[in-house]
């Protein structure tokens, strides 16, 4: 059973609107979370991170919501543009404040920027 | 600062053929990982160094996969023999420590078995 699960596998927006990526997980004792970035024959980066102590962590144009209730998270690219096309792992890292080096990630969803 | 190097960046062997994969981590970080990404997932760790030592390979398999990192810096994985299954991209990372989200990966080696 998926324990971070990402429902969309694509999603294509305007260069200049708002990308919402979502992802949602099973383990209410997941307390740390990541999203990561994965261009074409490249490793996947870093991208934000949030703790489960907060509900809200922004970086420039990302903004990572987590909703605990619902067991849900969200990246918010805004504005988007077509060098943010790529594909999108959410991910888990269980124990307390990211100390546990094991990633659970989702199968990720493809970005798509349109000019 | 150099990223995470693997090499080879492609392979493509016959099936029952060995195979091994090498990973040069970031000068200075003790952690390093193997993943493997299968097609349309997310990666999964098979196994994790601190230094020299394997702290977690429970879930590489073990009758047909090994790994290695002698003195602590680059490592290898190794599949012998290589079954069809096994046609993946195969991803090494590392890490300074080990907090989630300050791994780094590497480009990746995609295994094409035939």
């Known amino acids: 059973d998926q324990q971070v699960k990402q429902n969309s596998p694509s999603l294509s927006v305007q260069e200049g609107r708002i990308s919402i990526l979502n992802c949602d997980y099973t383990n209410s004792m997941f307390d740390y979370f990541l999203w990561y970035k994965k261009y074409p024959a490249e490793g996947p980066t870093f991208l934000i991170s949030i703790s489960s102590i907060k509900d809200k962590n922004e970086d420039g144009r990302f903004t990572v919501f987590l909703n605990k209730s619902a067991k849900h998270l969200s990246l918010h690219i805004v504005p988007s543009q077509p060098g943010d096309s790529a594909v999108y792992f959410c991910?888990?890292?269980?124990?307390?404040?990211?100390?546990?080096?094991?990633?659970?990630f989702g199968k990720g969803t493809l970005l798509t920027v349109n000019p | 600062e150099a990223g995470v190097v693997q090499s080879p960046r492609y392979k493509i062997i016959e099936k029952k053929q060995p195979v091994a994969f090498w990973c040069n981590p970031i000068?200075?970080?003790?952690?390093l990982y193997w993943y493997l990404q299968n097609l349309g997932q997310g990666p999964e760790l098979l196994i994790r160094?601190?230094?020299?030592?394997?702290?977690?390979d429970s879930q590489l398999p073990k009758d047909r996969f090994s790994a290695e990192r002698l003195k602590g810096v680059d490592s290898t994985l190794k599949i012998q023999p290589a079954e069809l299954g096994d046609s993946a991209v195969y991803l090494c990372a590392s890490s300074l420590h080990k907090l989630a989200d300050t791994q780094y990966f590497g480009p990746g080696t995609r295994l094409t078995v035939l």
């Open positions: 000068s200075g970080h003790n952690t």
């Open positions: 991910a888990e890292s269980g124990g307390s404040g990211g100390s546990n080096y094991k990633l659970t």
């Open positions: 160094y601190e230094n020299e030592e394997a702290v977690d």
